[in-house]
């Protein structure tokens, strides 16, 4: 099946351009889900080595990468920024725009059958590669996800909303579920790597206190916790379902500024969220705003239903007493 018929984007209302790029990320990523789906039968679980930032790296981490790049040459992507290569690679000179990619997200978990995914952005090109990507993510003109799960889907936006996509097996297509997706409001469910509190700084460590300690807490309900160790998953159950996620920066060495990284991971799930009506920060400050200084760069990340996000800001703002009280004696969000 050609590119042009795996994704049915006709009412995206996006340039030829974009249309065609999305339209080729489906297609790799079509059968990039059938090769996941195959798991230890095509043995790509094995662990490589590192990429430029130092994280592990699996042989579908790097199949992923090369069959994006080998697709997407010749298309209107002048120029490609991967997790796994440490400098953006020209595939076009006459491209008009840029694409940032995570070509395998949660690739810890290929081998224990967890969903995985790919996160892309895509961008204007400028004719300095660094500065096509060296931007606020509010330039952003398209970014999406897909999740390899029980199902396999695309969500996706254009700026004018966040679109659902979910692949037939049957008939190799992405066929559209829901053409805007909107963040349920009522969600009690959180998601942070609990294992790192030592490490967290006083305002998360409250906000999670106050979560943890249900209705006997300030916050006077019960909150349930989810963490799978796979952003794109945890994205889809948030835009699914609501809630907040959460790695905020810690004192770990090397986690200073998080885990996450803003150009192909962040920022792409910033916009995809704040389309589907949700909110997105680096604990307080909007993520869309944020201008990148270097293509690997990490960023504390916070996002989920606005007014959590929102909350967690203002745990962030509150005098240092109110932070370091023990939760049952905090006031201020007492309800
Ligand atoms: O192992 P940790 O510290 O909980 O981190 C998990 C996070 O790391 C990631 O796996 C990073 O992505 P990659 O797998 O692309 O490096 C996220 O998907 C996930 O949220
Ligand atoms: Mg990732
Ligand atoms: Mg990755």
């Given at each position: 099946?050609?590119?042009?018929?795996?994704?049915?984007?006709?009412?995206?209302?996006?340039?030829?351009?974009?249309?065609?790029?999305?339209?080729?990320?489906?297609?790799?990523?079509?059968?990039?889900?059938?090769?996941?789906?195959?798991?230890?039968?095509?043995?790509?679980?094995?662990?490589?080595?590192?990429?430029?930032?130092?994280?592990?790296?699996?042989?579908?981490?790097?199949?992923?990468?090369?069959?994006?790049?080998?697709?997407?040459?010749?298309?209107?992507?002048?120029?490609?920024?991967?997790?796994?290569?440490?400098?953006?690679?020209?595939?076009?000179?006459?491209?008009?725009?840029a694409?940032?990619?995570?070509?395998?997200?949660?690739?810890?978990?290929?081998?224990?059958?967890?969903?995985?995914?790919?996160?892309?952005?895509?961008?204007?090109?400028?004719?300095?590669?660094?500065?096509s990507?060296?931007?606020?993510?509010?330039?952003?003109?398209?970014?999406?996800y897909?999740?390899?799960?029980?199902?396999?889907?695309?969500?996706?936006?254009?700026?004018?909303?966040?679109?659902?996509?979910?692949?037939?097996?049957?008939?190799?297509?992405?066929?559209?579920?829901?053409?805007?997706?909107?963040?349920?409001?009522?969600?009690?469910?959180?998601?942070?790597?609990?294992?790192?509190?030592?490490?967290?700084?006083?305002?998360?460590?409250?906000?999670?206190?106050?979560?943890?300690?249900?209705?006997?807490?300030?916050?006077?309900?019960?909150?349930?916790?989810?963490?799978?160790?796979?952003?794109?998953?945890?994205?889809?159950?948030?835009?699914s379902r609501?809630?907040i996620?959460?790695?905020?920066?810690?004192?770990?060495?090397?986690?200073?500024?998080?885990?996450?990284?803003?150009?192909?991971?962040?920022?792409?799930?910033?916009?995809?969220?704040?389309q589907?009506?949700?909110?997105?920060?680096?604990g307080?400050?909007?993520?869309?705003?944020?201008?990148?200084?270097?293509?690997?760069?990490?960023?504390?990340?916070?996002?989920?239903?606005?007014?959590?996000?929102?909350?967690?800001?203002?745990?962030?703002?509150?005098?240092?007493?109110?932070v370091?009280?023990?939760?049952?004696?905090r006031?201020?969000?007492?309800?």
């Amino acid at each position: 099946m050609a590119a042009s018929d795996c994704i049915g984007l006709e009412d995206l209302a996006a340039s030829p351009e974009i249309t065609l790029v999305i339209r080729h990320i489906a297609h790799v990523a079509r059968d990039l889900s059938k090769r996941i789906a195959r798991g230890p039968l095509e043995g790509h679980g094995a662990t490589l080595g590192e990429n430029s930032d130092g994280d592990t790296q699996k042989a579908l981490d790097l199949i992923a990468d090369e069959a994006f790049a080998a697709a997407l040459t010749g298309s209107p992507v002048r120029w490609y920024a991967s997790e796994e290569r440490e400098d953006v690679a020209a595939l076009n000179p006459a491209g008009a725009l840029a694409l940032a990619i995570d070509p395998l997200d949660g690739s810890s978990n290929i081998d224990v059958n967890v969903s995985i995914g790919t996160i892309f952005s895509i961008l204007p090109a400028a004719s300095d590669p660094l500065a096509s990507f060296l931007r606020p993510g509010t330039d952003q003109l398209a970014a999406g996800y897909v999740i390899y799960g029980p199902q396999t889907a695309l969500v996706l936006t254009v700026g004018k909303g966040t679109s659902l996509h979910v692949l037939d097996p049957e008939t190799g297509r992405f066929e559209l579920v829901t053409a805007q997706l909107e963040i349920p409001a009522a969600s009690s469910e959180f998601a942070i790597n609990v294992s790192n509190y030592r490490h967290w700084g006083a305002p998360v460590r409250a906000y999670i206190d106050d979560c943890l300690a249900g209705d006997t807490g300030p916050r006077a309900k019960n909150f349930n916790m989810r963490w799978i160790a796979s952003l794109v998953a945890e994205t889809h159950r948030i835009v699914s379902r609501g809630g907040i996620f959460l790695y905020p920066a810690d004192a770990r060495p090397g986690y200073e500024r998080g885990r996450l990284r803003h150009v192909y991971e962040c920022a792409p799930i910033a916009l995809l969220i704040e389309q589907a009506g949700g909110a997105a920060t680096d604990g307080c400050d909007r993520i869309l705003d944020r201008v990148p200084q270097s293509l690997h760069e990490r960023t504390p990340f916070v996002f989920g239903t606005a007014d959590k996000v929102h909350r967690v800001a203002a745990y962030h703002d509150l005098p240092h007493e109110e932070v370091a009280a023990l939760f049952g004696r905090r006031g201020l969000f007492r309800q």
